[in-house]
């Protein structure tokens, strides 16, 4: 190993905590694609019920709820998709559905921020969805809150307000994978580690986004995401 570093490492994306002055350091980013039949049909998709399918974000793609943003850049058609968030704090690996929810730490609201004609553009030349998908700040997450502070998860509401507008409005049992299943399909291709994240996909009402506006997502028991977008750079 080297004895020290060129540069300073890069800073560590750390994702607050609901009511606690300690942070959760983030790892990776996983996002699971066509979770929610409505969704997938408003996209002319259909739902893959054989198994989830995911993308990924980098970690560096974390932003604060409470940011205001540039609207980002290389795209025309940046569209918000409010998400229910797993944050992971135990290892798992080849775990059942039965043993999967063992792995959970928490819970958050976080929104998967898409420059939709960018991955539109991918899927017509059957490439990857990384432009489209994984950029700075395009994975906004709010403080997260522990599992122990949060009721059954098929019981809850999740929605999405732009500009007080409401535009996604669903419930978790919606999801057409549950948290368990997801857990153990991905843990068959992952060592999972404290610190990843699995955004769940998101609801029908998936929509564009304009400099000025103001998102507001919530899930019942959590605390809400909020997000601006500013002026482009
Ligand atoms: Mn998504």
Redesign the pocket.
Known sequence: MPNDLIFAAPDLSVAAIAGSTSGFPVRRIF?VGRNYAAHAAEMGNEVDREAPFYFTKSAHALCASGSTIAYPPGTQDCHY?M?FVVAVGQPAFRVTKGDAMAAVWGYGCGI?LTRRDLQGAAKDKRRPWDLGKDFENSAILASLSPAADFGEIDAQSIKLMRNGETVQAARLSDMVWSVPEIIAHLSGFYHLRPGDLI?T??PAGVGPVQSGDVLQGAVDDLTPVELSIGARE
């Open positions: 996002c998709e998400e998967d955004y996909g998101t």
